[in-house]
Structures are given as C-alpha cells and as structure tokens.
C-alpha cells in the first residue's frame, strides 16, 4: 500500500527536483511561479529543491506525466547526482506513480501528497490529526489499482481473475473504506461538539480571518485579540481554528483564525477540512486577508474566492485586508514603457485607488509586523461589527471613504 512520507521524522535536508507542465492554459510565467510555490511547499517539510524541469505539452502524459525525452533528461541528473526524491506539481495517478518511480528509481510525491505531508507534520489537534487521515485515506482509496505493481503478473494468463494479487487489492481496498467510514463517524461525533460550542457562545458578531496562505492572518489575529497565536513564514502554520474574543471600545466579538487556502487544494482536504471550516461559514464577516507584496496575489485572491464559494461561502460581506505593504516592491515605469499598468509597477497609493474603484469594496492596505495600519484596521471593524449589530446591510461606504494619507509615506 502506498506510504506517505513522515516528515517529523526528516533530520536533515532532503534533496529533491521540481516538475511540472506548460499547457495552452498557463503561460511560462505562471508555471514559473507555480514551481516558486512548489518550493515553499518542499521547503515547509525540510525538503531541499537543487533542480526544475519543466516541458510544454498539450496534456500532461497519461503515463508518466512528462514525454518520454524530458523523463530521460530528468532520470539522468538524478542519477548523477544521487537525487532520491522527484516531486510533481500536479496530482498524479496511481499508475503515473508507479511507472515514475520505475523509471526515476527514486520516490515520488505530487503536489496533493505533498500538502498532505505537511498538513500532517502541522496537526496538534486530535481532531486535525483526525481530518488529515480522512483525507489521506481519501486520496489513497482510488489509487489502489495503480499502486499494485505485482497485478500486472497476476493477470499474465487466463483463469487469474480473481487470484492472489486481486484479492488482496479487493482486501485492502475494504480496509481502506472501512477506515474512512471509521474516521468520518470520529469526526461527526467532534463535529457535533464544536456545534454545540458555538451554540454557546450566545448572539456576539463572528468575524473570521480567511485568505492564502502565508499571508498573516495570524498575525493579524495576534494583533486584534492581543492572543498569542502561532505565526511562521511557512506555509499552513495555522491547521486548527482558533477563536478568540475582541473587545474594541465596549463592542464585544468573536474573531476566528483558521486554515489558509492554496491554489490546487486537494479535494480531500477541502472535503475533511468543511467541519473545521464551519467557522467561516457561520461568520458574519469575513476578514481576507492579501499579501499585496506577491507579484501574483490577484491571482492569489481569485483561489480564495473560489474556496469560499466551494465551501459555500461566497455570500459573506467581505473586508479586503491588504497586507505586508513594507514588503511591496515599486518600480515605476519609464517614460518609454506602455505596458498595462500592474502590481509592482504602480504605487500603493495608486494601487488602492484602482482596486476601490474597480472592485467597489471595502479595503485597507496595513503591515501587520511593522503594525502600520493597525489602528484604522481596529476603528474601520469595529464600525462594520456595529453596522452588523443594526442589521445594516449592504455595508455604506465609510470604510475606503477616510483613507489615511500618512499611511504610505511612513514607508
């Protein structure tokens, strides 16, 4: 049966190469940015990336995901240069797994397996650790078939249906949904307590933080409930939701931090995670939150709106949360470039005024490390909370209508 990999116990820094595809639907740009993600991943579970290989292809092979030229390319840096772990940036097949490993004599992991092992090594909880099995079984259970390489003898001649290696496929395939049937009855029990707790918690506005991540939500958090939650510069810091209560000017409410999103989240864990994101759906308000310092965060935030709208979600009144503002690089363009005016190539200034007049919502753009920002951040929620309180919806307007004009230049 297929084995994830056990990050906890990793002491040194295992090496790795980073492949993926360049379809009709991405540019080189976007699979460039997309492999920059990949690394952060490997780098969040002690994984060194030495090497990339990327191939334009129409669709990813159906056997081994790269032609047959790119997977020789690869085979031999890692054969010489003792690399003991391909990583991919797209989910794989059980077969696509089994071919690779053959071909690349080296272990295999996708991207969904990937994020699975992470989420894994960053469960505290019972009830985390709980979900991330769920989704781990879930993942393993229609791979089966392509993880047994022994079948393929098995079905060599006529009469071995039914043989050996099918039985014990159709064995393991039980204990597998036996397992998921176990699991999900854990986590409804769980479920129904966390029910009942926020049952309890009376009529307090919900607020909750949601966004990418790595973005500083729980930093945020930090800062607003003057809590001590765990906050890292790595990927999925935050797996459990954590609620806290904020008191701003005698306005009492409920403010939840819980899981970052990503591009390409594995179904699984959005499938585990929806108890743990009751959270989000139940909040009045939703805080999300944009590390405007990303070269792609448009993107970033079209992930999120996406999550929120699987999970249903995307009803919300929603408070844009620009942050990292001291981390934004601008260069402005010479007086020879007509490009499309973009992130990077325009001021904050200029950046806030297009998105409200694009978008049309509320927004603030802040540093929560340098905690520039966080006093309008305080003021400008504390009036959507009261707002809330009186049932005015939709939202009126204040919160882009005062914008702090010292707000950029003290960078």
């Avoid at 492999?35 to 090497?51: C, G, H, N, R």
Wanted: with cysteine.
């Amino acid at each position: 049966m297929h084995e994830f990999r056990n990050a906890k116990k990793r002491l040194l820094m295992e090496k790795a190469v980073l492949i993926n595809v360049i379809t009709p639907d991405n540019t080189e740009f976007q699979a460039n940015e997309y492999l920059d993600e990949l690394e952060f991943l490997a780098m969040t579970a002690s994984i060194e990336a030495v090497a990339r290989f990327s191939q334009r292809v129409e669709r990813p092979n159906s056997a081994t995901y790269v032609g047959k030229g790119k997977l020789q390319e690869i085979k031999e840096y890692i054969a010489n240069n003792e690399i003991h772990l391909a990583i991919f940036d797209d989910e794989l097949t059980g077969a696509q797994v089994r071919n690779l490993e053959k071909e690349l004599n080296c272990s295999i992991l996708d991207r969904t397996s990937l994020i699975l092992d992470i989420f894994a090594l960053r469960a505290q909880t019972a009830y985390a650790k709980t979900q991330v099995e769920l989704a781990r079984y879930q993942y393993i259970l229609p791979r089966l078939t392509g993880m047994w390489s022994h079948l393929e003898r098995q079905r060599g001649g006529r009469g071995t249906r039914g043989g050996s290696g099918e039985k014990q496929l159709e064995t393991d395939r039980r204990i597998v949904m036996d397992k998921i049937s176990q699991l999900k009855e854990q986590l409804k029990k769980i479920d129904r307590q966390m029910a009942t707790q926020r049952g309890n918690r009376g009529g307090l506005v919900r607020v909750s933080l949601v966004g990418y991540t790595n973005v500083g939500k729980s930093t945020i958090m930090n800062l607003l409930s003057k809590s001590n939650v765990f906050a890292e510069n790595k990927l999925f810091a935050t797996l459990d939701t954590t609620v806290r209560k904020v008191v701003i000017e005698n306005t009492p409410f409920l403010l939840s931090d819980t899981v970052g999103f990503i591009r390409k989240l594995p179904h699984q864990l959005v499938e585990s995670f929806k108890s743990t994101l009751d959270e989000v759906r139940e909040a009045d308000i939703l805080l999300h939150v944009v590390d405007v310092s990303h070269p792609n965060f448009e993107d970033q935030i079209k992930v999120v709106k996406h999550t929120l709208d699987e999970i249903g979600a995307s009803n919300k009144p929603v408070f844009m949360v620009f942050n990292k503002i001291d981390a934004y690089k601008y260069t402005p363009k010479s007086e020879f470039d007509f490009s499309e005016d973009r992130p990077g190539k325009i001021s904050l200034r200029q950046l806030e005024e297009s998105w409200v007049a694009k978008e049309n919502s509320p927004a603030i753009f802040i540093s929560a490390l340098k905690k520039i920002g966080i006093d309008k951040l305080r003021n400008d929620l504390y009036k959507m909370v009261g707002e809330t309180i009186r049932g005015r919806y939709p939202f009126t307007g204040f919160l882009w209508q005062n914008f702090d004009e010292d707000l950029t230049q003290d960078l």
